[in-house]
């Protein structure tokens, strides 16, 4: 029995000499992956073992039938080990609400500072209903203000994103984005840049129009339903997100 190391750092097992074999011979591990016998501390190459050195005693390997953690959407293999668990669909909707709350608390001090202008200007329901223009220049300060906030709020995902894979909410449930082809680390361009601002930038483009800004949110949202469970802007990205 040995345990190894996997491509993402991780260690798996105790397993079997068949089932690294059957990893090896489907390119989910290779000679150069590290490994421990079971009882032993010593990390070695698999090749340093003569269970899996070249020329080695022969092991009749069965068809490779991959463990249950690679079932269902996991991210790709990498050549240097197993694959990682794909984050499931109530954690990714429960960081995407942790996200939310987080860009309203960050808009927090400028409404509360508009609200204050809007008391002192003397703005009231009643003033609107009689048809008054009321004046919203004093308002600049808390509208700045509001952008300001989301705008630092939004410059912290997109440094989560580029150094960890992780947004704020990604971060309290336990996920990571890594790129769907090799489940490497998605770093700045794809984690942050095609799947981060570019979508919020196409949002606010297409809020322009009304009703078109939601549908796009709508649509990029049920992709977290399909057989991938890889959202729109996953697809545009190249990414997939996985259990940290």
Same mark, same amino acid.
């Given at each position: 029995m040995f345990t190894i190391i996997g491509g993402d750092g991780k260690e798996?097992?105790?397993?079997?000499?068949?089932?690294?074999?059957?990893?090896?011979?489907?390119?989910?591990?290779?000679?150069?992956?590290?490994?421990?016998?079971?009882g032993s501390d010593e990390w070695r190459a698999l090749a340093d073992y003569a269970e899996f050195a070249p020329g080695g005693p022969p092991v009749i390997t069965p068809t490779f039938v991959p463990p249950p953690a690679f079932i269902g959407g996991d991210a790709p293999a990498t050549a240097a080990g197993p694959q990682v668990a794909a984050g499931s669909v109530g954690a990714r909707i429960g960081a995407a609400f942790i996200n939310a709350v987080l860009y309203f608390v960050s808009m927090i001090p400028g409404s509360m500072l508009m609200s204050a202008q !809007? @008391? =002192?200007?003397?703005?009231?329901?009643?003033? !609107? @209903? =009689?048809g008054e223009r009321p004046d919203l220049s004093a308002l600049g300060p808390g509208v700045a203000l509001a952008w300001a906030g989301l705008l630092v709020a939004m410059s912290l995902q997109v440094l989560l994103l580029s150094l960890r894979g992780q947004n704020l909410g990604k971060l309290i449930v336990g996920l990571?984005?890594?790129?769907?082809?090799?489940?490497?680390?998605?770093?700045?361009?794809?984690?942050?840049?095609l799947r981060f601002v570019l979508p919020v930038a196409l949002l606010f483009l297409l809020n322009l129009l009304p009703g078109l800004g939601?549908?796009?949110?709508?649509?990029?949202?049920?992709?977290?339903?399909g057989e991938q469970h890889r959202c729109l802007h996953d697809l545009i990205a190249g990414t997939r997100v996985v259990k940290a």
């Open positions: 798996y097992g105790p397993v079997t000499v068949e089932q690294i074999r059957g990893w090896i011979a489907a390119g989910r591990a290779n000679l150069q992956t590290k490994a421990k016998a079971l !809007l @008391l =002192r200007s003397g703005i009231t329901a009643e003033s !609107l @209903l =009689r990571r984005v890594v790129r769907a082809s090799d489940g490497a680390p998605a770093g700045f361009v794809h984690a942050a840049l939601f549908l796009f949110f709508l649509v990029d949202f049920c992709f977290i339903f």
